[in-house]
């Protein structure tokens, strides 16, 4: 049991008026508590029970903003006006951050990034003679005539092939247990299927 409801049970039990103070917020819900200030349990209230309020920011009919963290316990109530302000604050202060990250290059940066790309461009450029000497250099071996003697040779093995398929020869060994009694069904199945 909470020291709230033990203080108000006791209260109730010699005989002193217990009273709570009573809100609505703007869709007409009915709220209650010791009293609507900083640290006090806050509570809605329905016909059945009272259930504490869940965390959240609650606009009251009054336009005030009751801001609860922790779950049934009141963090701070505030009116519309200072929520505005500190909205306002933030955004200036986001502003004021924008305004130092925008910052322009210079002439002289500029200068710098297009040397850069000019030396990039001519660190491309041999690339691309490099292949196109090398293409024509395949060009030119493929058009020399290769001499016949080279060619007989190159068309002919280097040596004789080897079989690696060696012949094995299978032998099959037959066993004849109990040749001499008398065939089952089985028997007959099975001899006509090592035939096959």
Do not use: H, W
Not at 177 to 184: E, G, L, T, V, Y
């Amino acid at each position: 049991m909470k020291p709230s409801e033990m203080l108000n049970q006791v209260k109730t039990l010699l005989g002193v008026e217990v009273k709570l103070e009573q809100m609505k917020l703007e869709n007409g819900t009915v709220l209650e508590a010791d009293a609507f200030a900083e640290g006090n349990e806050i509570f809605i209230v329905t016909e059945d029970e009272r259930v504490a309020l869940p965390v959240g920011d609650y606009v009251l009919e009054d336009g005030q903003i009751l801001v609860v963290e922790e779950e049934g316990i009141i963090k701070e109530m505030k009116s519309e006006d200072e929520e505005a302000k500190e909205e306002e604050v933030e955004v200036e202060a986001e502003e004021e951050e924008e305004k130092e990250e925008m910052v322009y290059a210079t002439k002289e940066e500029l200068a710098e990034v297009k040397l850069m790309i000019e030396e990039i461009k001519e660190m491309l450029e041999p690339k691309e003679e490099k292949e196109e000497m090398a293409e024509e250099t395949k060009e030119e071996l493929s058009a020399q005539e290769i001499p016949t003697e080279v060619a007989q040779e190159l068309s002919q093995p280097a040596a004789e092939p080897i079989n690696t398929n060696a012949e094995v020869s299978k032998t099959q060994v037959k066993f004849n247990i109990a040749s001499k009694r008398k065939m089952s069904t089985l028997d007959r199945v099975m001899s006509k299927m090592n035939k096959l």
